[in-house]
């Protein structure tokens, strides 16, 4: 399954109300490009959560225990994303987890987000 979003004013906003970051640089244009930035730039933790759906579609049941993420590149209004969950493997410490590596693009195929998860897959009868 393929999932595409567009970041939308609302889902900066949306995630700034439900998180409590409310960084002008993902409030105000004027501040971002203060900071460096084209304009207001989403939260990294707001894109970085289409791991989490990427990850219920390809392990249903699935626990996130662990994630290490890094951001490579901002991602602005308008931009569309997906998360990609690249190999995994059999976590040799801990039987019955995975690791899985993922990454985050923007339409440009440009790696917004890079990293890996361990997951606990559900228990099989």
């Known amino acids: 399954m393929r999932i595409l979003v567009t970041i939308t004013p609302k889902d900066i906003q949306d ?10 640089i993902h409030l105000d244009d004027k501040a971002a490009q203060q900071a460096g930035f084209n304009g207001r730039i989403a ?4 894109v970085g959560s289409l791991v989490s759906t990427a990850l219920a579609d390809a392990y249903p049941g699935c626990i996130l225990c662990e994630e290490t993420r890094k951001f490579c590149a901002p991602v602005y209004i308008g931009d569309i994303v997906e998360a990609v ?3 995994s493997v059999d976590n040799p410490f ?8 993922f990454k985050v693009q923007n339409q440009f195929d440009k790696v917004v987000i890079d990293g890996f998860v361990a ?3 559900p228990k099989t009868d």
């Open 15 to 24: 995630f700034a109300d439900l998180s409590g970051d409310h960084n002008p």
């Open 85 to 87: 969950l690249g190999e």
């Open 119 to 121: 997951i606990k897959l």
């Open 43 to 46: 939260h990294g933790h707001l």
């Open 94 to 101: 801990k039987p019955g987890r995975k690791i899985v590596f």
